[in-house]
């Protein structure tokens, strides 16, 4: 341990007893302390540590976290000609006011402790809406992800090719999207992580993106050369956007690519990213609860669901609603997965005319019924969180 270590323990215990912390609280402390991750400054944010025999996050101020987010917030939700008028007079046309008055207020009283992900489906043919700003952040003034566009890989994804992530184009791409995002974002305890992908097209494609076809060739893994390609391939990829964020951002976990736990993941691409990722991360519409098990025993790195939602259920016309049953369970069942980090639900906000599902309809009146029940989930968990610890 090095003189600046020391002292650094130093200091954190004689602020702990100051605030008077007994010993043994310290010990608790130590219990939850950070594990090894790729941050070179945790102090002070999010980052992780297990506690009886479970992976948790740790928050700033050092207790277990169990994510439960929310993710799709798009202001332009409430901008339709049918309802702008609630835009204009509630809010007077302004994001902030929104995000301060509507959606942080509802989110809390729902019990969900994060925003996953705000990027929403905007037409139907899959395009995202933007990202928060730095400001509108600070304006929801909670834990929150956020997503690095380094590639446009996504699965549902048509329009654009594939970087070469060995080529000189590809590092300074990243470096970049880390230089206008993560500079920015580098110093907000409430911030803890950055996605990268949502479900990269690793070894897999959908119809949309036929055309472009997979990043690696599947049928190259028959052969050890070909296996050996894509390792080095991922590792170039993985290196690259960490060094990148790393330049700009000492503090944050890195959460890594948002996996399609119902596709093709090579063990190539994940043992890859391993050293270079904090969480694995997964989207899973069909069996989060045995896919997350399943790749934390694989791994033994900590694992978030950070996309996934249940049966819709047939609403009034083509709206369907959230499946609050599902949700209580899913989330009962990740939140005893020793690896399981948190939940983020793909639920919108606000339904809009391409998702067609939402907490809230285009009016700003809720599914009562299902966030009845979400909402009971999520302080069911709360609850044991805080008898826990």
Request: aromatic fraction near 12%; charged fraction near 25%.
């Amino acid at each position: 341990m090095n003189n600046h270590t020391h002292r650094r323990s130093f200091l954190k215990r004689s602020v702990a007893l100051s605030a008077g912390l007994s010993v043994a609280s310290l010990s608790q402390l130590a219990q939850a302390a950070p594990s090894t991750t790729t941050q070179p400054e945790p102090e002070g944010y999010f980052t992780l540590g297990m506690r009886k025999d479970h992976w948790w996050l740790i928050t700033p101020d050092g207790k277990p976290f169990f994510t439960m987010g929310l993710n799709h917030i798009d202001p332009a939700s409430l901008r339709y000609p049918e309802n702008i008028n609630i835009w204009r007079e509630k809010y007077g046309g302004s994001t902030l006011r929104w995000i301060k008055e509507s959606v942080a207020p509802n989110l809390k009283a729902w019990g969900f402790n994060t925003v996953g992900w705000v990027q929403e489906v905007t037409v139907k043919k899959w395009q995202h809406s933007r990202a928060f700003t730095v400001d509108e952040y600070r304006a929801l003034d909670m834990p929150y992800c956020h997503l690095l566009p380094f590639t446009e890989s996504h699965q549902w994804e048509k329009h654009t090719v594939h970087f070469d992530f060995r080529s000189d184009d590809w590092k300074e791409w990243c470096d970049y999207v880390a230089r206008s995002h993560c500079a920015e974002l580098a110093e907000d305890p409430n911030l803890i992580g950055y996605f990268y992908s949502d479900c990269p097209t690793w070894a897999h494609q959908r119809p949309a993106n036929e055309w472009r076809g997979p990043i690696f060739d599947p049928a190259r893994l028959k052969t050890e050369a070909g296996r050996k390609e894509l390792s080095e391939l991922a590792h170039s990829y993985y290196k690259t956007t960490h060094d990148a964020i790393r330049r700009y951002d000492k503090h944050h976990l890195l959460l890594g690519d948002r996996y399609e736990a119902n596709a093709l993941l090579p063990m190539e691409v994940v043992n890859a990213a391993k050293p270079f990722v904090d969480v694995l991360s997964f989207q899973d519409f069909l069996d989060p609860v045995n896919h997350l098990d399943q790749w934390h025993k694989k791994t033994g790195k900590p694992v978030l669901l950070a996309d996934a939602a249940g049966i819709r259920i047939k609403s009034v016309g083509e709206f369907k609603s959230n499946n609050g049953s599902w949700y209580a369970e899913t989330l009962e069942a990740l939140h005893k997965n020793p690896g399981c980090i948190g939940f983020h639900l793909c639920g919108a906000y606000q339904r809009n005319k391409a998702r067609r599902r939402g907490l809230l309809d285009e009016m700003e009146k809720a599914d009562q019924a299902n966030v009845k029940l979400i909402t009971e989930a999520n302080l069911r968990i709360s609850q044991k969180m805080a008898s826990q610890f």
